[in-house]
């Protein structure tokens, strides 16, 4: 499969902050990782919220919702037989089922979509940063207002973090919000979080400011990756989530040894060639 430009997404950002290493070895080496209950959940919770709006206004309802979850199931299994084995039995994947489930019927406590009608769902977005990176992102839903004004929402399907733990995602919003500016050419009034398992909603208005400095941080983020691809140093950094990490067994932390970097590995990935 052919490789994308070098980018970078909110999700890889948060990545190299959280750890080099886990960066390198998802982005350079493209080490394939086993499917997550948490994050099929959310693929799958994703997929129905976007469908939903294909329906007239008046059948948007939390029933019909629902009953698309199986069906949006085995669609999802089809295309990536690996899913398969995702539950050990009928009996965990019911229950994960009816967890999905709970979900959609929080977010129809959020908002009632028969009253909405997107500009845009599950939009790829991408933007050349001048002198920069190229900036990727997937928006979950854009709203554009009888008067211009422009809501990027965004669907969680964990439960809201505590303030001290916010950061990235009010990260990814204002990511978000500065793209849908630069090609939009109007900058969002509204940034929405809605967390699908404890029915909270994250409102921000981003300002001209919180967007200068989005680009900065994300100027000074690329050149932290590119003095890692340039010098071969993808230093670790442990943590609570090392525990979630699929990389252990490669990572120093743990007694592990990455895999030998390969520089037309890095040049493809990054645009960046290792210096000798």
């Not at 999802?76 to 994960?96: D, F, K, N, Q």
């Not at 009253?115 to 599950?122: G, K, Q, S």
């Not at 230093?235 to 592990?256: D, H």
């Amino acid at each position: 499969m052919a490789r994308r430009a070098p980018a970078l997404s909110p999700s890889r950002a948060g990545d190299f902050r959280q750890c080099p290493l886990m960066f390198r070895l998802r982005v350079v080496d493209q080490i394939p990782e086993p499917p997550s209950a948490a994050a099929t959940l959310g693929t799958l919770v994703h997929s129905v919220l976007e469908d939903v709006f294909d329906l007239p206004a008046s059948e948007r309802t939390v029933e019909e919702a629902t009953s698309m979850l199986e069906p949006t199931w085995s669609a999802m299994r089809a295309r990536t037989p690996e899913l398969e084995a995702l539950h050990e039995s009928p009996a965990r994947e019911r229950a994960w089922l009816a967890e999905a489930g709970t979900r959609i019927a929080t977010y129809f406590t959020l908002e009632n979509p028969g009253r909405l009608e997107p500009a845009a769902r599950e939009e790829f977005v991408e933007w050349q940063l001048p002198d920069g990176p190229l900036l990727r992102g997937v928006i979950d839903r854009v709203d554009v207002a009888p008067d211009g004004s422009i809501r990027v929402v965004d669907y969680k399907t964990g439960k809201s973090p505590a303030p001290q733990y916010g950061s990235q995602a009010k990260f990814q919003m204002r990511f978000y919000a500065l793209l849908v500016e630069r090609l939009r050419g109007r900058r969002p009034s509204v940034l929405q979080l809605l967390y699908l398992k404890d029915g909270a909603s994250v409102v921000l208005h981003p300002t001209g400011q919180d967007l200068d400095q989005i680009e900065h941080e994300v100027r000074s983020l690329w050149n932290d990756i590119v003095t890692a691809a340039t010098t071969s140093t993808w230093r670790t950094r442990r943590s609570a989530l090392c525990g979630w990490c699929n990389f252990q067994e490669l990572c120093p932390e743990f007694g592990g040894t990455p895999p030998a970097l390969d520089p037309a590995e890095v040049e493809a990935a990054l645009g960046v060639t290792p210096r000798a």
